[in-house]
């Protein structure tokens, strides 16, 4: 431990803010510890003469030193003006919307005492910048499950006694050490004015003679921020900004590049486990997949509550950035404050991944996807000694294409692993890594044998799945889903062959989910001017070209919760699935008979097993051809066979 100073100046410029002003002065004088603060307050003649009042009431009762500016100088010049009363001592600058807590001077002045060369050092608070928690670079509210005080708490034991560099410090709360104050000069009030941009100038110059900055990550101080600037802060901000990059080429870049690295990220993430950790929960599921929208986000979402209602608490491991995968994956409980640090590289994280699982009480993992994961993941429940189970939402456990569909747009007859590869090698791009079909296979054939349950919302996946891994302990198993009226008979019925009929396509359609075949239809649609509009309920590869054909209506992106009433909404007779991969749910097709459609589909995979098994709407064979299929509607409509069965 350094040898600490026993007085330090705190110094707390004020312009106006009462309420917050008054919170800041009474925290620092009931703080406890053992550097003792001396609290000098310069009044920067402020507007609110109660406040000036009331500083004058607690300098004459001894409590305050009280600097009273003859006309308003700024920031820059206030400061320097508190900062030149304790000529031997080290300074606190802290704005008077901050709010701190017992021991955060000892372990501010701890920080800055570490080393010889350090100049200054800044706390953890939830609006500073790079020094912001929980989100990092954030102006953040302040977590709702912890008070200020017991947060700063977990900060101390968290994170004790640690640091890290940083380009500059944050002037919201800026502990200088006195020779670093005295070596490199006052703030320039003459360049930067009212504020802003004072701080980080003067830590450039400091750098340049050897001194060195950092985030004390043991201290947590609350900060409101902009009391004092109100509306003007962002012209300020601009203005200094230029200036600084003038005067210090590099400051920006070493900024930026700090935020590139998050050097913090660590120090952050400690702080989000001992929240997590500071109360009991049911036994942890961990959950790994892909972070994309779409089907599985929907089954995720579903089951947390299932496993919730079942007394588990459930977390979620995905790719830190979905839409930019990296080696980056992000740990996310659901149901737990908002605590968005727990991300880790790997390689080099996994040791801290691993900890942090056991440390939340992880008893078990369902994997539901290694799209976009690092290989490192799927090696976690044997690394843990958990037992484990996978849900399958797509092909990817033995077809690189996820879909099944080859380079003809149709799905493969899913011949032997080298005529597999051969398809693979003809060049057209994959949606996951390029990764041999003989090392897939063998890779899904050791995870899909260790797994307690191989779970496949539909017969068809399943029996796909067991012809694939035949060792694997393989179960169907539709996904739970809320009650819903049985959707009537379409109301066309019977068609008198003119009357024009709109149908329903739901959610967002691309090529594997029949985008060319709804192009091709709409088109032949158009050519022979037949009574057939569709209308989408979502939005397609290319709404564009659907509707230069002027038979296609796009309603765009809806809210999760809102399909059922979009689709409504459109005035269509009957829906359309046309999935031209084996799809193993289709949660559209439930939307469809939610909004009362009755829907025909290729006669494929878990659409053509559902339309089968509940009768509500019909079959058809699976043809990329828009006419073709257009003429069996045609002939549906004009003489709708049983219900559930296929059109020949």
Known sequence: MPELPEIVDVVVPVYKGLAETRACLQAILAATGTVRPRLVVVSDHGPD????????AMAAAGRITLLENASNLGFPATANRGMAQGPDRDVVLVNSDALVFDGWLDRLAAAAHAAPDIGTATPFSNNATICSYPAFNAD????????????????????????????????????????????????????????YGEENDFCRRSAHRGWRHVLAADVFVVH???????????????????????????YLPLVHDFIRRDPAL????????????????????????????????????????????????TALLAPAAPDAPDNRVRLTLDGAPGTPNLVYALPQELPALRADLKALGTAGCICHH??????????????????YEVR?????????????????????????????????????????????VAELLARSTRLLGAAGRVMAPSWDAAGRMARHFPTARIEAAPHPEPAFAPPPVPSLFPWNGTTPVRLALIGAI??????????????????????????VAGFTLDDYALFATGRVFVTGRYDEGEATS?????????????????????????EAWRAGLWTIGFDLGAVAERIAATGYGWRVPLTLDGRAVNNRLLALFANPPAPGSVLA
């Open 510 to 535: 691309g090529r594997h989910k029949g985008y060319d075949v709804l192009l091709a239809m709409a088109r032949d649609a158009a050519r022979r001017e037949l009574p057939l509009s569709f209308a």
């Open 140 to 195: 953040n509210p302040l977590p709702g499950d912890i008070a200020p005080a017991a947060l700063d708490r977990l900060f101390a034991a968290a994170n004790a006694g640690r640091s890290i560099d940083m380009p500059t410090a944050v002037g919201f709360c800026m502990y200088i050490r006195r020779d670093c104050l005295t070596d490199t000069g006052d703030f320039d009030a003459a360049a930067f004015g009212r504020g």
């Open 370 to 387: 290694f799209l976009d994961l690092p290989d490192e993941i799927l090696d976690l429940p044997a690394a843990l000694g958990l037992p």
């Open 224 to 250: 409101a921020g902009g009391v004092s600037f109100g509306a003007s802060k962002e012209a300020a901000l601009a203005r200094n900004l230029d200036l600084l990059a003038t005067r210090h080429p590099g």
């Open 266 to 313: 660590p120090l952050r993430r400690a702080v989000d486990m001992a929240r997590l950790t500071r109360h009991g929960r049911g036994p942890l599921l961990l959950r790994l997949c892909h972070g994309k929208d779409g089907g599985t986000a929907r089954r995720l979402a579903d089951e947390a509550a299932e496993l919730a209602a079942a007394g588990y608490a």
């Open 392 to 436: 399958v939402h797509d092909y990817a456990w033995f077809c690189p294409r996820i879909t099944l569909l080859d380079d003809t747009g149709l799905p493969c007859p899913e011949p032997d692993p080298a005529a597999c590869q051969r398809c693979i090698d003809v060049g057209v791009p994959l949606e996951t890594a390029a990764r041999p």
């Open 566 to 590: 979009v689709v409504r909404e459109l005035g269509c007779q009957a829906a359309l699935c046309l999935s031209v991969w084996p799809e193993t749910w289709c949660y559209t097709l439930t």
């Open 49 to 56: 003469q109660t406040l000036a009042a009331w500083l004058r």
